[in-house]
């Protein structure tokens, strides 16, 4: 198993360019989670989806879209990049433990972005 | 939204010495978790706590859940140079917030040889 991937690696943007944050998993976990981190603020979360065409609003979702067709993918878009969206982004899914809870989260590698 | 305060943000000790960690909420948690992250990597895992009150060892870092369940403490015993790292904690919390964590800032700790 792959576990989560994600792709770029990095990636440098100009104010106003759009582009898609690819994540995948292939542990057919139900809950996938994006999240942003900056120094000193620990990870905050950006959009989570608990199932395929399930999704909802984290803590800073402004200048983002998600969506989920599959279990397995789910891309993050900026719509319109500005420099306070530079940042790392973490893609992690999991399963739901018997209460509905989130389980371990599995972590891909980041995404570092810069936007000039 | 429930915020999630750890402390402290930097800690800076020598091989040996022994220290704490805290993450406390206003709130009430579902379960809270501790991951650990390296420089350039996701975080990972160290431990699940559910039960307030409950006590977790993992070889020399020691996890407790407050009776309440709004705070948490880890604790390593004679840190270790590969003990460096981010540590973070991160609650769920119940209701309508199932399927998402909310994580605390962070403690950066570095253990000098």
């Given at each position: 198993n792959a576990g989560v991937t994600q792709t770029p690696k990095f990636q440098v943007l100009k104010t106003g360019q759009s582009m898609t944050l690819q994540c995948a998993q292939d542990?057919?976990?139900e809950y996938m989670s994006w999240y942003r981190q900056d120094p000193g603020m620990g990870l905050r979360l950006i959009h989570y989806s608990v199932g395929a065409g399930i999704t909802d609003q984290g803590e800073v979702p402004n200048g983002y879209n998600v969506s989920r067709s599959t279990t397995e993918d789910f891309p993050l878009r900026l719509l319109s990049a500005a420099p306070s969206q530079t940042s790392v982004y973490f893609c992690a899914s999991s399963s739901p433990d018997f209460a509905g809870r989130v389980n371990e989260q599995f972590f891909g590698p980041g995404t570092r972005l810069t936007v000039l | 939204t429930q915020l999630l305060e750890q402390s402290p943000q930097f800690l800076s000790i020598q091989e040996g010495e022994n220290l704490t960690v805290y993450c406390n909420s206003s709130s009430v948690f579902s379960s809270l978790q501790w991951y650990r992250q390296e420089p350039g990597e996701g975080p990972v895992l160290l431990v699940t706590v559910v039960t307030g009150g409950e006590v977790k060892k993992l070889k020399r870092l020691t996890f407790q859940f407050g009776d309440a369940r709004k705070d948490s403490s880890l604790h390593i015993t004679a840190?270790?140079?590969?003990?460096?790292g981010l540590y973070l904690c991160a609650g769920a919390y119940g209701g309508t917030s199932y399927g998402k964590l909310t994580f605390g800032q962070g403690t950066i700790l570095t253990v000098h040889p």
């Amino acid at each position: 198993n792959a576990g989560v991937t994600q792709t770029p690696k990095f990636q440098v943007l100009k104010t106003g360019q759009s582009m898609t944050l690819q994540c995948a998993q292939d542990m057919n976990h139900e809950y996938m989670s994006w999240y942003r981190q900056d120094p000193g603020m620990g990870l905050r979360l950006i959009h989570y989806s608990v199932g395929a065409g399930i999704t909802d609003q984290g803590e800073v979702p402004n200048g983002y879209n998600v969506s989920r067709s599959t279990t397995e993918d789910f891309p993050l878009r900026l719509l319109s990049a500005a420099p306070s969206q530079t940042s790392v982004y973490f893609c992690a899914s999991s399963s739901p433990d018997f209460a509905g809870r989130v389980n371990e989260q599995f972590f891909g590698p980041g995404t570092r972005l810069t936007v000039l | 939204t429930q915020l999630l305060e750890q402390s402290p943000q930097f800690l800076s000790i020598q091989e040996g010495e022994n220290l704490t960690v805290y993450c406390n909420s206003s709130s009430v948690f579902s379960s809270l978790q501790w991951y650990r992250q390296e420089p350039g990597e996701g975080p990972v895992l160290l431990v699940t706590v559910v039960t307030g009150g409950e006590v977790k060892k993992l070889k020399r870092l020691t996890f407790q859940f407050g009776d309440a369940r709004k705070d948490s403490s880890l604790h390593i015993t004679a840190a270790q140079p590969g003990d460096t790292g981010l540590y973070l904690c991160a609650g769920a919390y119940g209701g309508t917030s199932y399927g998402k964590l909310t994580f605390g800032q962070g403690t950066i700790l570095t253990v000098h040889p």
